[in-house]
Structures are given as C-alpha cells and as structure tokens.
C-alpha cells in the first residue's frame, strides 16, 4: 500500500522534531499503520536516521508478554542501538537507554541529522481499550534529547500517558483505503492468478469493490478477504460470510482466521504485505 503523501508528511515532521520530540501515528486496528511505517522508513532519505524500533505485537502466550515488559523493550532496543552505532556493552536500564540516545542524538544534529526511535502497535499492549499504555511512562525520557525523535503508533491518544497525550493532538492518521486502492491492493495479492489455478474464475471488477467495501477499505481484512477468495469458489457465499468491521476489527480478523485452510498453497504470495514489522 502506498500512501506517498504520509510518508513524506512523516520525513518533514521528522525534520522538524529536530530539537526533540514526538511524532504520533493514529489509526485503528487493521489500518495499516505498522506497514505505513515500514515503508516509510525503508525509503526514507540519508538525514533521517532509524535509531531503533520496537513492534509491540503482543501473541497471547506467556513468552509473548514477557517481550513487551520494560526490560525486554530495553533490551531490544539497545541491542540494535549496540549493533548500529558500534556502542560498548549497554547496562539495561532506563537511564543507560536516556543518555545514550543523548548522545546519539548530539552526534546526528552535528551530522545534520535527526534519529528515529519507533514503537509500534502500542494499541496492543491495552487490548484496543482507549487507556493509557503503562510502558510509556517509565520508558520515555521527561525530556527528548535533540537530535532524537520517538515515532509512536497506536489506536488514539487516549492510549498515552498524559505528558504524551498532547503530542497526539496533531497525529499522522492512517485511515482506510480509498475503493480504488483497496481493489489495488486485491489484486497485489495476486488472488486474480490463484483462483483460475483452481478452476475458477477471476474476479469482476464490481466483486473486488464489494470485497473492499466488505473489508471497509482496512488493508489487513482486505489481504484477509482475498486470502478466502484464493481459497473458496464462490465469491458471493464467501463475502457474505466476513463479518463487517464495526470497529471490531481484531474479532473480524480472528472470525476470517478461523474459516482459512491450512493449506499454505493457498496462501497468495501477495501476504508478504502483511508480514510483521522485523519478522524477516
């Protein structure tokens, strides 16, 4: 999915956090806001610097909440902090993590360039609750040091402590798909190749507009969506069957999961845009 026009907002506030601070990514669950990160720092240009990054997917697995404990966001972060810039062995604690971004930050603003540290899917760690995410508070230096910026995504800004919640205000909102770019990214899950290795004909241009509608334009229910349509003949029986959104989109997500064949050949190559942040 390409959304040119936020990513570049997302560069120029970047630059203007210069100084220190904060850049907010809102949206709701499914919207695309891990993969709008993605690739807007994949192609982002040489004076915007990825410092380090977090995705706080949270599997509902003893292991999986232990990744998100402060300790374990420490230490992720600093490792790759470690294997970017070079650093000696870092003690894992708060204040090693704040004055070391001190003093990456002093290095980038005399390189004339600003560093990113991001922290993603932040809505997880509250299950979608419109509470505040109790990791940010310990986490997250009173002062940003120049030359550093934290990049945050969640669901809203009621998620964040309240010495954050206000840089929420002007957020990067990463909302649905328009039709046509929703059909766009139907058929970048090659779903139109899949069916007819089936038997089975491709679909219409009126079926993938109501597959988009179906999905409300969320990228992850419409990869969802095409994902069953590779794996079920009939287009019209299979769109009946996907819930509608609601704004309950993890149980939409977990309602599709549910109906999918384990068969991974009909998994379309066109998943990979779905793929986690840092999974490969």
């Not at 940010?136 to 120049?146: A, I, K, N, R, T």
């Not at 999905?215 to 794996?231: D, E, F, M, N």
Request: charged share 25%; hydrophobic share 40%; net charge neutral.
């Amino acid at each position: 999915v390409h959304r040119g026009g936020l990513e570049a907002e997302f560069v120029e506030r970047g630059r203007m956090k210069k100084q220190g601070g904060y850049v907010v990514v809102l949206g709701q669950p499914g919207a695309g806001k891990a993969a709008f990160l993605q690739a807007a720092l994949e192609r982002r240009p040489e004076d915007i610097v990825l410092v380090a990054k977090h995705y706080t997917y949270l599997p509902r697995r003893t292991y999986g909440r232990e990744r998100v404990e402060e300790d374990r966001v420490l230490e992720t972060l600093l490792a790759q902090i470690q294997h970017t810039f070079g650093r000696e062995q870092l003690r894992i604690t708060r204040e090693a993590f704040h004055q070391t971004l001190a003093a990456i930050g002093t290095k980038l603003i005399g390189n004339d360039q600003v560093g990113v540290v991001v922290l993603d899917a932040l809505d997880e760690l509250v299950e979608y609750r419109d509470v505040p995410v109790p990791l940010l508070d310990g986490l997250l230096p009173e002062h940003v040091p120049p030359g550093i910026v934290f990049v945050l995504s969640a669901q809203s800004e009621a998620q964040f402590v309240h010495r954050i919640a206000r840089h929420a205000r002007d957020p990067l909102a990463v909302g649905a798909l328009p039709t046509a770019q929703a059909c766009d990214l139907i058929r970048a899950t090659r779903v139109q190749d899949e069916r007819p290795k089936q038997g089975w004909q491709a679909l219409t241009e009126d079926e993938m507009r109501a597959a988009a509608h179906r999905a409300s334009g969320l990228p992850l229910l419409l990869i969802l969506i095409a994902r069953r349509l590779a794996s079920f003949p009939d287009v019209t029986t299979t769109l009946a069957e996907e819930p509608p959104a609601d704004g309950a989109v993890r149980a939409t997500v977990h309602a599709q999961s549910q109906r999918l064949p384990p068969d991974p050949r009909l998994v379309p190559p066109g998943l990979s845009h779905a793929r986690r942040p840092g999974s490969g």
